[in-house]
C-alpha cells in the first residue's frame, strides 16, 4: 500500500475518526482464559504497548517504542498485522504494519470526545454526536465549549426535527394554506438556530479551535441541505456560512497532519524536528490541544538536552567516560540537537570504544576470549547493523552480559536474528565489554 490512494484514506481518516471510543468484540464468547478480540477500525487512534519494529513491505522499517501512537489503516481480527499510516517527511504515506497483540486503543480525553462529537454530527450521526457532546460537557477542561457546541447542535437537530414533522404529515398537506404556514414557521425556527449554530462556528475559529469550526458548520451545511434542499416561492433564506470554509478546513488538516508528524518525530526523539511540526499546527490551528501539550514535553527535552551537551563539553577533556556519559543521555533525549550532533563526531572514536570496540588485536588481547576473532567480527557486524535498525548503540557497561542476552533475545524477532546470529552477538558484547572497561592508555598498549 502506498502513497496517492493511502493520502486519501489517511485525511478521511484524520478528518472523519481519528479520535474514537473504544470499540466492542466481535465473534462469539471468548473462553474465561482468552481476552475479547478487539476490532481496531480505520481511522482508530491505537498505541503501541511494548517496543516493536514497523514493518514496511514485510521487511523491517523503523524502531516504534512503547507508547508511541498510530492511526489505523485497515485491521482484520486473527487475520494478519494491523495496517497503520505513517507520514514520510516528503508528504507521501505508506501503510506499515504491527502485531495486532502489541496494540491498544488510546483512552478518549475531552477534547478527543468533543472532536468526534462534532465529527459525528458532521457527518449526520445525530444521536452519536449528542451523547459524545454530553459526555465532552463533563470534561472539566472542556465544559464551558463542550456546552455551548451541544447547545447549539440540539437547536438546530430539534428544528430540523420540527420541519420533518410538518412534511411527514398527512393530514396536514390536505390543508395546502396550513401546510405551508407551519413550513414557513418551522423553516424560520430553523434559519434562527443555524444562524446561531453559524456564529459559534465563526467563533470558535477566531478562538483558534479550527477542527471544531469546521466540522460544525460542515454539519449544518449537509443538515441544511436535507431540510431546505430549496427555497419555495414564500420560503426563508437559510443563513450562509461565515467562515472562510476552504481556509479553515485545510488549517484543521495542517494541524492535524502536524500532530502526526510529530508523535512520529517525538518516538524516534527527534525533538527539534518535533518542535517545527508543532509551530507549523499551532499556526494553523493554534487552540489545538495535543500540538500544546506536546510542545510542553519537546521544549523541556530540548532543554534536557542542552544541558547534557554543556555537561558533556565541559567533561570533553577532564573526565571523558563522563562525557561519553552525558552525550548519550543528551541524544536518547533529542536525537538531532545540532549541537549534541556536532559532539558526537568529535567524540566518535571514543563513543565507539565504548559502544562497539573493532576487533584489533589489542581488543584479543585485552579481551584474552578463546573466541574465534572472525566470530567476533561478524558479532560486531551483526550488532552495528540489525541491532540499530531500531535504535542507536547504547553504552556496553550499562548491562550485564546476561541482562545483554536477555535484551538481544528480546530484540531478535524485530531484527530478525536466529539463535545462531544470538550467540554470536553475546560473544561479541561480551568480549566487548571487557575492552571497554580498560582505560585509554591499556587499549593503546
Known amino acids: 500500500m502506498s502513497s496517492p490512494v493511502l493520502r486519501q484514506i489517511l485525511i478521511s481518516a484524520l478528518c472523519v475518526s481519528v479520535c474514537v471510543l473504544p470499540r466492542g468484540v466481535v465473534g462469539a464468547p471468548p473462553a474465561k482464559s482468552q481476552p475479547p478480540a478487539v476490532v481496531y477500525a480505520s481511522g482508530d487512534l491505537v498505541r503501541v504497548v511494548r517496543k516493536e519494529t514497523l514493518q514496511f513491505n514485510k521487511e523491517p522499517f523503523l524502531g516504534a517504542p512503547k507508547g508511541q501512537e498510530f492511526t489505523v489503516l485497515k485491521h482484520e481480527p486473527g487475520k494478519g498485522p494491523v ?18 497483540e502489541s496494540l491498544e486503543l488510546v483512552a478518549p480525553d475531552g477534547w478527543m470526545i468533543l472532536l468526534r462529537g462534532c465529527q459525528a454530527f458532521r457527518d449526520q450521526r445525530f444521536e452519536e454526536a449528542g451523547k459524545l ?19 447549539r447542535v440540539e437547536a438546530i437537530m430539534g428544528a430540523a426535527r420540527q420541519i420533518l414533522q410538518v412534511e411527514g404529515d398527512a393530514a396536514l398537506k390536505a390543508s395546502p394554506e396550513n401546510y405551508g404556514a407551519r413550513l414557513v414557521a418551522g423553516q424560520k425556527f430553523f434559519a434562527e438556530a443555524v444562524s446561531g449554530g453559524r456564529g459559534l462556528a465563526g467563533d470558535l475559529a477566531s ?46 488538516m495542517q ?92 567524540l566518535s572514536g571514543a563513543l565507539e570504544e565504548k559502544t562497539a570496540p573493532p576487533v584489533t588485536p589489542a581488543f584479543l588481547s585485552i579481551a584474552k576470549t578463546s573466541v574465534p576473532s572472525a566470530t567476533l567480527e561478524e558479532g560486531r557486524r551483526l550488532y552495528t547493523t540489525r541491532c540499530t535498525q531500531c535504535h542507536d548503540l547504547e553504552m556496553l557497561d550499562k548491562r550485564t552480559v546476561t541482562a545483554w542476552k536477555s535484551e538481544v533475545a ?15 552477538i553475546v560473544q561479541y558484547l561480551a568480549a566487548a565489554q571487557v575492552v571497554a572497561a580498560q582505560p585509554p592508555a591499556r587499549k593503546s598498549e
Do not use: W
Open 410 to 424: 528480546g530484540m531478535a524477532r524485530r531484527a530478525k536474528i536466529d539463535d545462531k546470529q544470538q550467540d554470536v
Open 207 to 252: 478562538r483558534g479551535f479550527m477542527s471544531l469550526a469546521i466540522s460544525l458548520d460542515d454539519g449544518i451545511e449537509r443538515l441544511s441541505a436535507r431540510v431546505c434542499p430549496r427555497k419555495e416561492a414564500g420560503g426563508v433564506e437559510i443563513p450562509a456560512t461565515r467562515l472562510a470554509r476552504e481556509e479553515v478546513a485545510a488549517h484543521a
Open 83 to 100: 495496517y497503520l499510516a505513517f507520514l514520510q517527511k516528503e508528504g507521501g504515506v505508506i501503510a506499515v504494519t504491527l502485531p495486532e
Open 255 to 346: 494541524a492535524a497532519f502536524s500532530v502526526v508528524r510529530c508523535r512520529q518525530a517525538i518516538a524516534v526523539r527527534r525533538m527539534v524536528e518535533a518542535k517545527g511540526y508543532i509551530e507549523d499546527g499551532l499556526r494553523a490551528e493554534p487552540a489545538r490541544p495535543e500540538l500544546k501539550a506536546m510542545q510542553t514535553k519537546v521544549l523541556a527535552d530540548i532543554a534536557d538536552a542542552e544541558d547534557r551537551y554543556n555537561a558533556a563539553l565541559s567533561n570533553q577533556k577532564r573526565n571523558l567516560p563522563q562525557a561519553l556519559l552525558a552525550l548519550e543521555r543528551g541524544l536518547k533525549t533529542c536525537a538531532d540537537l545540532p549541537q549534541l550532533i556536532k559532539l558526537r563526531e568529535d
Open 133 to 151: 457532546l454530553a459526555r465532552a460537557v463533563q470534561d472539566a477542561a472542556y465544559k464551558a465549549v463542550a456546552t455551548e457546541v451541544l447547545g
